[in-house]
């Protein structure tokens, strides 16, 4: 009789043990990468427009709720509002991740710290009578501020879809404009649909 009750005993450990080791089961990284709207929205000439583009992020996951993220895009529009005017924009960000993951659905948020590389052209004519053809290129960097979150909706243990991750991403450019260096802030959004992978 004792022997059964040790044995009911340490069976009945083992499977609690087994409770509370699959209840603490998280990805140890997580890699995520999809579509991305950016609406820019500046101090500059152009002021407002939307670009287009993608971006991925790599999490490597502390526990269940904490980890760190690397977030990378670029996002480009070739003809803002209609003129020559070509502007694309890259962004690599760094950071902590806190998420609060469900059976299904998990739901995250991060603020991120990094840079930005902006590149652009234009081109067009200038005179009434006669087109004069000129052309301008300009490419700066600056420092970039993200945070923001999102919703993941697990399919398996290894794949989910998040629907949607909304984003504020701030940037502070200083383009030179005929000759004169202008501060040129950027109080952008960025919208993203991904597909992320679990390990």
């Not at 070509?86 to 690599?92: A, E, F, G, V």
């Not at 995250?108 to 009434?128: Q, Y």
């Not at 243990?157 to 404009?177: C, E, G, M, S, W």
Request: aromatic share 12%; proline share 3%.
């Amino acid at each position: 009789m004792h022997r059964f009750r040790l044995a009911a005993a340490l069976l009945i450990t083992l499977l609690v043990g087994a409770v509370v080791a699959s209840a603490q089961e998280f990805p140890r990284a997580e890699v995520a990468l999809g579509y991305s709207l950016v609406r820019f929205s500046t101090t500059g000439v152009l002021e407002q427009f939307t670009a287009n583009g993608g971006s991925t992020n790599i999490a490597l996951n502390f526990n269940k709720n904490i980890g760190i993220v690397g977030d990378f895009g670029g996002y480009n529009n070739n003809n803002i509002r209609g003129f020559n005017v070509d502007n694309t924009m890259i962004t690599y960000l760094f950071g902590p991740r806190f998420t609060a993951r469900g059976e299904r659905v998990s739901l995250f948020g991060n603020a991120l710290f990094g840079g930005a590389h902006i590149s652009g052209s234009a081109s067009g004519c200038i005179g009434v009578t006669t087109c004069t053809p000129v052309a301008r290129e300009e490419s700066n960097n600056s420092a970039a501020f993200l945070i923001g979150g999102g919703l993941d909706i697990g399919v398996s243990k290894h794949f989910a879809i998040r629907p949607a991750q909304f984003d504020y991403l701030l940037v502070r450019f200083n383009p030179t404009i005929a000759g004169v260096e202008r501060s040129e802030t950027q109080n952008n959004l960025r919208y993203s649909a991904m597909m992320v992978f679990k390990f």
